[in-house]
T-cell receptor, first 113, second 112 residues
């Protein structure tokens, strides 16, 4: 089955700790994205990557970091510098050009206590 | 800087009625306008999309109406059903910069 897998589904961390969210896709998509979802604010873009070993900041990149060492994987690290990290995080992928339909994972709900 | 404005924030419609959600955009370079549907605890999924060369697109009970001059587009759900209860997001992007800019979402509730 082709798709995007995010893990874990729920994640709890203590304040001040870095945490890494996993995102893997087997759709052979070039582009991958991380969004943050908060009630009433829609989906806000954190980082995106259009090719391996390259990525760009989105609208709310502060306090986050990413890597794209493999086409299939785009992990997101929420660092201790992120002021309000508790949120629902969504990973997505798409073909780089042409049809821009984005396919989303099931999300990771991060709670920092 | 919000480039896609969505309204209403929440909507309650009776079963069998028409649900209408509206979006307005600012960037005239946008040339792809999708709608995504999201159920609680799940990721969004593409529902229907339109490009500005047409004014309307229909897929089953779902229709997008597009007004290029007004820079507005809307989603109409005909014969709304309880299973349509979800959060709907409009979005926009343009060729050469495929990252989607999303609206803030509309929580739709269909009541019997």
């Amino acid at each position: 089955d082709g798709g995007i897998t995010q893990s874990p589904k729920y994640l709890f961390r203590k304040e001040g700790q870095n945490v890494t969210l996993s995102c893997e896709q087997n759709l052979n998509h070039d582009a991958m994205y991380w969004y943050r979802q908060d009630p009433g604010q829609g989906l806000r873009l954190i980082y995106y990557s259009q090719i391996v070993n390259d990525f760009q900041k989105g609208d709310i990149a502060e306090g986050y970091s990413v890597s794209r060492e493999k086409k299939e994987s785009f992990p997101l690290t929420v660092t201790s510098a992120q002021k309000n990290p508790t949120a629902f995080y969504l990973c997505a992928s798409s073909i780089f050009q042409g049809d821009t339909e984005a396919f989303f994972g099931q999300g990771t709900r991060l709670t920092v206590v | 800087q919000q480039q896609v404005k969505q309204s209403p924030q929440s909507l309650i419609v009776q079963k069998g009625g028409i649900s209408i959600i509206n979006c307005a955009y600012e960037n005239t370079a946008f040339d792809y306008f999708p709608w995504y549907q999201q159920f609680p605890g799940k990721g969004p999924a593409l529902l229907i999309a339109i490009r500005p060369d047409v004014s309307e697109k229909k897929e089953g009970r779902f229709t997008i109406s597009f007004n290029k001059s007004a820079k507005q587009f809307s989603l109409h759900i005909m014969d709304s059903q309880p299973g349509d209860s979800a959060t709907y997001f409009c979005a926009a992007s343009f060729f050469g910069n495929e990252k989607l800019t999303f609206g803030t979402g509309t929580r739709l509730t269909i009541i019997p």
